[in-house]
């Protein structure tokens, strides 16, 4: 599809959290009271992804947008062979861009089962990892980019969440930025609520509503009597466009 054929990217500018289990809509809606947050990134996929989610449903997706927050799908994809924790999937080198393509599409059936529409972005959650390990971070840039690649096929929006000082810098400081996520999500726990001041990379990078920030977590907050353990960030780019 042509670029020029896409749906508009729906940007959303402030602060977000994301928990492990997706809160219950009673939750949502007394945080939603309390107007400090107005995204939350949820977890719609993947072999490695930690919690049960037994809110996450279509139904929830169009509730909290209709209230008015923004919503933010992140994909647990397989991993990288020379990480370290336990992991139900994996790739190879030799099996990198296979694995991203079928993360990819079932990243996609998953966004659309939610109601999240083409345009979209998707965020691959990938944890860190020894980037110094040369055939490591080849094997994992192979993968990113056919997850990449493949989203855009479908017209969702890449984008990857990863640490600043590993997984997200393997992506920012690539010198071929062929197929790469056009957004970047960074954790970077120094309490800093920006997507500027502390960027670590080439400032000209991910300029336009590209960012994000994690910068805080497992932070324990009770919003409107209910509380959550969730992580801060300072967000600004896509989210999803429900329909």
Not at 71 to 84: D, F, H, M, N, S
Not at 115 to 138: F, H, I, Q, R
Request: proline share 4%.
């Amino acid at each position: 599809m042509a670029a020029t054929t896409w749906p508009a990217q729906k940007t959303y500018t402030g602060r977000a959290f994301d928990a492990c289990t997706a809160p219950s809509l009673t939750a949502m809606s007394a945080w939603k009271k309390d107007n400090y947050y107005g995204g939350v990134a949820v977890y719609i996929g993947g072999k490695n992804r930690g919690c049960a989610q037994p809110n996450l449903t279509k139904s929830w997706v169009k509730s909290v947008d209709t209230s008015g927050w923004r919503v933010i799908p992140l994909y647990v994809g397989a991993q990288p062979p020379c990480q370290k924790s336990g992991n139900k999937e994996r790739f190879t080198e030799a099996t990198a861009a296979s694995v991203g393509v079928s993360n990819a599409n079932d990243a996609i059936a998953k966004a659309a089962a939610l109601g999240m529409k083409a345009g979209s972005p998707v965020y691959l959650n990938m944890e860190s990892y020894d980037t110094a390990d040369k055939a490591c971070n080849d094997a994992t840039l192979i993968y990113v980019r056919a997850f990449t690649k493949t989203l855009r096929t479908k017209s969702y929006r890449g984008g990857l969440y990863g640490f600043s000082t590993s997984s997200a810098k393997a992506i920012a400081t690539a010198k071929d930025r062929t197929d790469l996520p056009g957004n970047l999500w960074y954790a970077l726990w120094n309490g800093q609520e920006t997507t500027i001041k502390d960027w670590p990379w080439d400032t000209k990078l991910y300029t336009d509503h590209s960012r994000a920030h994690q910068y805080q977590a497992n932070s324990k907050e009770t919003r409107g009597g209910y509380t959550l353990t969730v992580d801060r960030n300072a967000w600004d780019a896509p989210v999803a466009i429900i329909g």
